[in-house]
T-cell receptor, first 114, second 113 residues
Framework: AQSVTQLDSQVPVFEEAPVELRCNYS??????LFWYVQYPNQGLQLLLK??????LVKGINGFEAEFNKSQTSFHLRKPSVHISDTAEYFC????????????FGQGTRLTINP | KAGVTQTPRYLIKTRGQQVTLSCSPI?????VSWYQQTPGQGLQFLFE???????NKGNFPGRFSGRQFSNSRSEMNVSTLELGDSALYLC????????????FGPGTRLTVL
């Protein structure tokens, strides 16, 4: 079975500083990888996804992530954060060719301080 | 294009009651998935419906059930509610393949007293 580990439950950073949210996964079969963001009292919104091809994936709001197969990681990065990036971020995997069952990490709460 | 809608947005029930939550997917989407979100367990997959058939199921007791109608709208039912069922229930729709983006609704917040 697949599993996802988000190594940091909370990440505080100052505005305009860079940030990296870490995600590691384990799976016996090939997976697709996703990052979702959840703003307070809202559902989840897709930031970016890795299906195949280039291991560096660019998403919305200036976020990017790099797929590292040897380290089974999919870390999310942003070079300069804004107050509006304050939210909870979820890494997720789904089995290739399988049904639509997303397996989520526990989430990382990103807090931006002015 | 309208997004995924869920009704009701908030619900308060007492132990032992049952509840039905509704989800209307994005037009053209045939897959609807349900997730439970709690502070302790995080986001957990409940089940997925595709073209009116349950295609996958998570590890939840039989008190949790669902169905999908011919117009792809889906309902989720929880019978004999327990305090631990208090959660945000999220519905997501997609075109259907595992690589397709799932679009999430705002959720229904269920409180069991």
């Amino acid at each position: 079975a697949q599993s996802v580990t988000q190594l940091d439950s909370q990440v505080p950073v100052f505005e305009e500083a860079p940030v990296e949210l870490r995600c590691n996964y384990s799976s016996s079969v090939s997976v697709y990888l996703f990052w979702y963001v959840q703003y307070p009292n809202q559902g989840l919104q897709l930031l970016l996804k890795y299906l195949s091809g280039s291991t560096l994936v660019k998403g919305i709001n200036g976020f990017e992530a790099e797929f590292n197969k040897s380290q089974t990681s999919f870390h999310l990065r942003k070079p300069s954060v804004h107050i509006s990036d304050t939210a909870e971020y979820f890494c997720a995997v789904v089995v290739i060719q399988g049904a639509q069952k997303l397996v989520f990490g526990q989430g990382t709460r990103l807090t931006i301080n002015p | 294009k309208a997004g995924v809608t869920q009704t009701p947005r908030y619900l308060i029930k007492t132990r032992g009651q049952q509840v039905t939550l509704s989800c209307s997917p994005i037009s053209g989407h045939r897959s609807v998935s349900w997730y439970q979100q709690t502070p302790g367990q995080g986001l957990q997959f409940l089940f997925e419906y595709f073209s009116e058939t349950q295609r996958n199921k998570g590890n939840f007791p039989g008190r949790f059930s669902g169905r999908q109608f011919s117009n792809s709208r889906s309902e989720m039912n929880v019978s004999t509610l327990e305090l631990g069922d208090s959660a945000l229930y999220l519905c997501a729709s997609s075109l259907g393949g595992s690589g397709h983006e799932q679009f999430f609704g705002p959720g229904t917040r269920l409180t069991v007293l």
